[in-house]
């Protein structure tokens, strides 16, 4: 037992270090990624289709093992399954008699000229229990894993702009707001999150854009609750990145799509009142 142990320990340390931006304590992180507390996120509570009360997140379901900051030449996608990938290659390495665990990553493609991702990653030993959300959005259709997963953002740090333009915390159902593509397998699901599929959602990213190495944010992310019964929500896993420095993204090649366009940080005064319309989503 003690052996497996060290070995689970040994591959999670190669994961959450290898890549090009280091992990560091959530108080302190400049150019860096951490795992904050999910206190921090205010999710639904038992009773909250009642009274409309929400308790602190508390620990997440699954275990934050990686963070990458990358880039390519055309617009990213399905890093799990690329055999050339940090992640893959530890996995591949380790786990040679195939009994592998679970990943699950979250992509968050961003309109720049230099197609920059910021992909976090989660693991769980243990498969997901049966007719829980998290096997229910597993096993559902992406019509089904739309209406329910859920964003919650929080600007830990930041000019004024930035939490104008962003809010300090705003939480929805992200496949309402930009376009998901989900790949799901045994091993895996890789959640990619198109920022520049939404007219909304690029403004915003490119006023932030010009600020990113001042900026501190807080994702998390979870199915969404809509019954009693599947009350009190739960953390997926969340993540911090703060103070990103665009040079140092790694590189990767792009497996399929187009390079994005790149808009300078300005908005008129009817565009800010649209974005602040279309922040008042799902809570």
Not at 157 to 170: C, D, H, L, S, Y
Not at 207 to 219: E, H, N, P, Q, R
Request: charged letters at 25%.
């Amino acid at each position: 037992m003690a052996k497996d142990a060290k070995k689970e320990s040994e591959w999670i340390e190669r994961l959450i270090n290898g890549g090009d931006v280091p992990c560091l304590d959530p108080e302190n992180c400049p150019n860096g990624w951490a795992s904050p507390p999910g206190d921090r996120f205010m999710v639904r509570g038992p009773d909250y289709l009642a009274t409309k009360v929400k308790i602190p997140g508390g620990d997440y379901l699954l275990k934050p093992i990686g963070f990458d900051w990358i880039k390519g030449p055309a617009k990213i996608s399905e890093v799990l399954k690329n055999p050339n990938s940090r992640i893959r290659r530890v996995i591949d390495d380790v786990f040679t008699d195939g009994n592998r665990p679970f990943i699950w990553a979250i992509h968050l493609q961003l309109p720049t000229k230099e197609n920059h991702s910021v992909v976090a990653y989660f693991v769980s030993t243990e498969p997901a229990p049966e007719g829980s959300l998290m096997d229910q959005f597993l096993k559902g259709d992406d019509v089904y894993r739309n209406a329910r997963l859920k964003m919650i953002a929080n600007i830990v740090k930041g000019p004024w702009i930035v939490r104008k333009a962003v809010g300090e915390r705003g939480v929805c159902l992200i496949g309402r707001a930009i376009t998901c593509k989900y790949s799901v397998s045994e091993h895996f699901c890789e959640v990619h999150l198109d920022v520049g599929s939404s007219v909304v959602a690029k403004a915003i990213f490119h006023v932030a854009l010009g600020y990113i190495k001042s900026v501190t944010v807080d994702l998390a992310f979870l199915v969404e609750g809509q019954t009693e019964s599947e009350l009190p929500e739960q953390i997926i896993g969340a993540f911090r990145f703060s103070e990103l420095d665009p040079a140092s993204a790694g590189t990767l090649e792009a497996s399929d799509g187009a390079t994005t366009g790149h808009l300078k940080p300005s908005m008129s005064e009817r565009l800010w009142n649209s974005i602040g319309q279309s922040l008042k989503q799902i809570h």
